[in-house]
């Protein structure tokens, strides 16, 4: 047990015997902290860690476990009845899809996903496939549960609130890193970076090729921080056209330069991809509610662009870091180590999706850096459709009912949409974020928010 693990003991068993709502609270605040654990089994690459967000998370659902039992009532709301259901059918296949090991039996030899040691496995069911699918199916129920919870407005706002906190917090702590970096003392990893997983060290990355520390915070490593901050700026995109506020304007405004500076500083592509991937649907979404005229829209996120890319390119010109930064991070990324291990893992699980194509070779046998590929060779055609129909029910929801949002509030509903779509596209090429409770959240609340679409049509 680490010494999270301790202080978080009792603040957990007494939520469980006094509060559901600061279980929640708790479990929503600790969602971005992947690094962050209360215990520890195991180590280096058979190293596994119970993050904190998983601890709170298994509280939240055990007690409202009880609660329901004390009412016989398991029901799953009519309003969200159609994502939910997707989602469960995909849960299903990712479970069925254990058959595949049983039926290969080790005829099957898996390559090392590591790109200097080739040294190959026979594919057996083990321990760590019922591992995976528990992981999968944990976040499917937590994020049906958030759907639930975050249903009135109230609770949404406060959901909101946290996580925008949280983001808040995460940021400055990478500044933290960021700062110890390069006056040279020692980043205090031991306080939030205390996973004993083997992903779990990422704090003491080096930019290959440059040598500069990369920024992680308190993330496994610095795309997954990356991909946690840019999916949370939407919520500060009311605050800046007058359309209400998270916390309060003043506070939205400087968490939008505070992430932005953070995303700069983690060098990861998957930072400055989201950002112009976020951009791009900022325009689609403000001109869909008819919030500005696709015309303004264009001219604000275009200007904003401008800039950014202005000063970009008088930093490029004007230091030879950040031209190696930005060598390393976008033109040269695969060159690089972890770019060509990329490519292998990808290619390696494709050829298991061709040998076996309808429920591919078994949730958690195969490891691709990317989404599509990873579903394919893990629970085949069968899954990735069902997965892919969970999601496109989820944002296909959300699109239609912008029509009818004309209220503050309702615009706050909307900047879902974009949190979950960009989560999806920087997922495509970050690979699936199975064990990370900020997709799952994000997941759950961009359900809670598509409910309307039953009522208007």
Same mark, same amino acid.
């Given at each position: 047990?680490?010494y999270?693990g301790?202080?978080m003991? !009792?603040v ?5 015997l006094?509060?559901?709502?600061w279980?929640y609270?708790w479990f929503?605040f600790w969602?971005l902290?992947?690094?962050?654990s209360?215990?520890n089994i195991?180590?280096g690459?058979n190293?596994s860690?119970l993050q904190?967000?998983m601890?709170f998370?298994?509280?939240?659902l055990l007690?409202l476990?009880?609660?329901?039992l ?6 799953i709301d009519?309003?969200?009845?159609r994502p939910c259901?997707?989602?469960?059918a995909?849960?299903f296949?990712?479970?069925l899809s ?6 290969i039996?080790g ?11 080739g040294s190959e496995? !026979?594919l057996?069911l083990?321990s760590?496939?019922f ?7 944990f976040?499917?129920?937590i994020t ?7 249903l009135?407005?109230?609770?949404r ?9 949280s983001a808040?917090?995460?940021?400055l702590?990478?500044?933290?890193q960021f700062i110890?970096s390069?006056v ?5 990893y031991y306080i939030?970076n205390n ?8 704090f ?5 090729n ?6 992680s ?16 700026? !939407?919520?500060?995109?009311p605050a800046?056209i007058g359309?209400g506020?998270v916390?309060?304007v003043?506070?939205d405004r400087?968490?939008?330069?505070l ?7 983690s060098?990861s592509?998957t930072a400055?991809l989201?950002l112009?991937?976020?951009a791009f649907?900022?325009v689609?979404?403000?001109a869909h509610?008819?919030?500005i ?9 275009g ?7 202005a000063l970009a390119v ?7 870091i950040v031209?190696?930064v930005?060598n390393?991070?976008l033109?040269d ?7 060509l291990?990329?490519?292998?893992t990808i290619?390696?699980a494709y050829g ?5 194509p309808l429920?591919?070779?078994g949730?958690?046998?195969?490891v ?5 590929v990873l579903l394919?060779s893990?629970v085949?055609?069968?899954g ?9 029910c989820?944002v296909h ?13 309702d615009?706050?509903r ?9 989560f999806l596209?920087t997922?495509?090429?970050n690979g699936? !974020?199975?064990a ?8 759950g609340?961009?359900?809670s ?7 208007t049509?």
């Open positions: 047990m680490t999270l301790y202080i003991l !009792p957990g068993l007494a939520g469980l006094l509060s559901t709502k279980l609270r929503v969602t902290f992947s690094a962050s209360v215990l195991g180590e690459e190293g860690a904190v967000w601890f998370g298994v509280l939240w007690r476990t009880l609660e329901h004390s009412t016989i009532s398991f029901s009519r309003r969200i009845f259901l997707w989602l469960a995909f849960l296949v990712g479970a254990l058959v595949m090991p049983l039926y039996n005829t099957l030899s898996i390559t090392s996903p590591f790109l200097l040691d496995t !026979p057996y083990t760590h496939n591992t995976q699918v528990l992981y999968l199916i976040g499917g129920v049906i549960c958030v759907a639930h919870r975050n009135r407005d109230a609770e706002q406060e959901t909101e609130r946290l996580i925008l906190l808040i917090f995460i940021s702590w990478g500044l933290m110890c390069v040279d003392i020692p980043y205090p939030f996973s004993g997983s083997a992903a779990g060290t990422g003491a990355q080096v930019l290959e440059v040598g500069i520390s990369r920024i915070s308190a993330a496994v490593e610095p795309s997954i921080f990356a991909q946690s901050i840019v999916t949370l700026l !939407p919520l500060t995109i800046w359309r506020s916390v309060s003043p506070i400087l968490s939008t330069v992430l932005a500076v953070a995303l700069v500083l060098t592509s400055y989201g112009l991937i976020l649907l900022s689609l979404m403000l509610t008819r919030t005229s696709i015309v303004r829209a264009g001219l604000v996120v200007s904003a662009l401008g800039a950014v890319s008088v930093a490029v010109y004007s230091s030879a031209r190696d930005i390393s991070t033109v990324k695969a060159t690089t180590y972890s770019g291990e990329r490519v292998m290619s390696l298991y999706f061709l040998k076996f429920l591919g070779i949730w958690g046998s195969a691709s850096h990317d989404l599509i394919l893990n085949g055609t069968i990735a459709l069902t997965f892919f129909g969970a999601m496109w989820v929801s959300n699109w239609r009912i912008m029509d009818s949002l004309d209220s503050a509030m615009l706050s909307a900047t879902w949409f974009l949190s979950f779509t960009v596209i997922s495509l090429f699936f !974020p199975l990370f409770g900020n997709f799952w959240l994000v997941m609340m961009a359900i928010t598509s409910w309307k679409e039953r009522l049509t």
